[in-house]
């Protein structure tokens, strides 16, 4: 398998980059239509995707995830978080509870983190041996390769920020009684292996960004410029080649309804 190497080395990312309030709310407002339509699209069209957000703890995965389900149909799109496998899925192969969640046809499917839990946490705490945490970068690339010739669309994003930026994020949260919950003490432990985290993360956006599933990495520092810069990636991979022009109403059913809001008013 063929692998797409990347001069992206997560230490080199401009974390100063930041949009003012204006530019932030144009853009958030033109991404988030741009999702409508790309929905609306897919209804239609059968086209299906998969979204994939990776990143640090508290990097802003969560608030890119909910300001792109606001403006979606729930019907055709499911929001997949994922932790560490329980039960029967601890006892299968790592890739299979990720094809039971795959998206069917008109459906959008995101996955805040995902199967590349094999390449950081399980490979950094030692949960998987290193045979099989170096067999996974070739069998993640073969998996996408297989959604992507099946017809699937896949847009990944990874999100960082530095380590003093994610401790104000973790003192927000431990202030706000609405966010506490997000705090665990494996914040501590991954912040202990900082650099570990970062040498994972680099040789796995090397060698798993790839021409059909390449990664929109982003630095988010500065939460609103990550949010739209995120948003406006999957967007863009989303609707590549895709007609979001809105479906044409059948003619008889317009001009009934037409019909029924006249007469109603007399």
């Given at each position: ?175 706000d009684p609405l966010k506490r919950w997000k ?84």
């Open positions: 398998m063929s692998e797409k190497k990347t001069a992206v080395r997560l230490a080199d990312l401009d974390l100063t980059t930041r949009l003012d309030e204006q530019d932030y709310e144009a853009r958030l407002g033109d991404a988030q239509t741009c999702f409508q339509q790309i929905q609306q699209a897919y209804l239609k069209t059968g086209d299906e995707a998969v979204v994939v957000f990776e990143g640090w703890d508290a990097a802003g995965k969560g608030g890119a995830i909910r300001r792109m389900a606001s403006v979606m149909d729930p019907r055709g799109f499911r929001v997949w978080p994922i932790g560490a496998p329980k039960g029967r899925d601890a006892e299968r192969h790592y890739m299979a509870r990720f094809w039971d969640r795959l998206p069917a046809k008109g459906e959008i499917g995101v996955f805040d983190r995902s199967w590349y839990g094999r390449v950081l946490v399980e490979r950094v705490e030692g949960f998987a041996a290193e045979p099989e945490w170096e067999r996974a970068y070739e069998e993640i690339n073969a998996f996408e390769k297989q959604l992507v010739d099946a017809g699937t669309r896949i847009a990944k994003v990874f999100l960082y920020i530095d380590r003093a930026e994610q401790l104000k994020r973790f003192e927000k949260r431990l202030h705090l665990s003490f494996e914040d501590f432990r991954n912040r202990d292996k900082w650099d570990d985290y970062e040498r994972a993360a680099d040789e796995m956006l090397a060698r798993t960004d790839t021409a059909w599933a390449p990664w929109h990495v982003i630095p988010a520092n500065h939460k609103k410029y990550a949010r739209v810069a995120a948003l406006e990636g999957v967007a863009s991979r989303l609707a590549a080649g895709v007609d979001l022009s809105p479906p044409p109403l059948d003619p008889e059913l317009e001009a009934r309804f037409r019909k029924e809001v006249k007469e109603a008013k007399g």
